[in-house]
């Protein structure tokens, strides 16, 4: 359940790998939207029935627009977080080559309608704090994208354990090296590469750019790195979420 561009194509990646123990013949033949679909999207209704339980879906949207059923289920929730800077850049790019998306103007005007609200699936802060907020229990594990790009190993073994699978050593090294970035990139079922390009143009910016943390200490200013942290740090206030990169 992540915010846009958080790491949703990578856990799409990974989460059937864990369930189906680690036979990669599913990301190799079939494209993410049909291996782990969108609850919010259409698409859905054709292909969950089809998929084998215990069957993964993804979405976007924040607690309590989830539909009413989702509440007293079983359903498991791996929710990912990411540095929201680095978020709202890797959301930058994706408006430019995104044909059904707006036009996301400069950075700075971009940058405003992020800090706003004013983008797809509203303000990061609300987002972020509705699933931190939630009744969910032992259902909810949370896991940042900086520890699967630090220890990509070490956030599948507790994926392995919430999902309640047993892989063995050799299996977690096996979809380890298949998950990693340069690899995922690669992977024609992965890499929207099958999109036509009138939709997603990747010649202004491919879909998976770069895979990195910190990436916006390449495009923020002094003034915007201020202002963004202001701002973020008075949403969050009084809340005790704390994360990896508000050390920084």
Known sequence: MPWH???TTWMQEIVPLVLNGGDLTPVQTIPNWDRVPWLEETRAALVLDRLPSPRAMVSHMP???MPPSFFPSKAKVIY??????????SSFHFHKMASFLDDPGTFD?????FLSGQVLFGKWTDHVKSWRNSDLGDRILYITYEEMV???RGVLERLSRFLGRDLSEETLDRVANHCCFSN???NAMSNYSLVPQEIMDSSKSTFLRKGVAGDWKNHFSPEQDSKFTAILKEEMNGTNIKFPWDEE
Request: hydrophobic share 35%.
């Open 184 to 186: 995922m990139k690669l």
């Open 5 to 7: 561009q958080t790491g």
């Open 63 to 65: 607690y309590h627009l």
């Open 109 to 113: 005007e971009f940058l405003n309608k």
């Open 150 to 152: 630090k220890d990509l």
């Open 80 to 89: 990912v977080t990411r540095n929201p800077k680095d978020v709202m850049v």
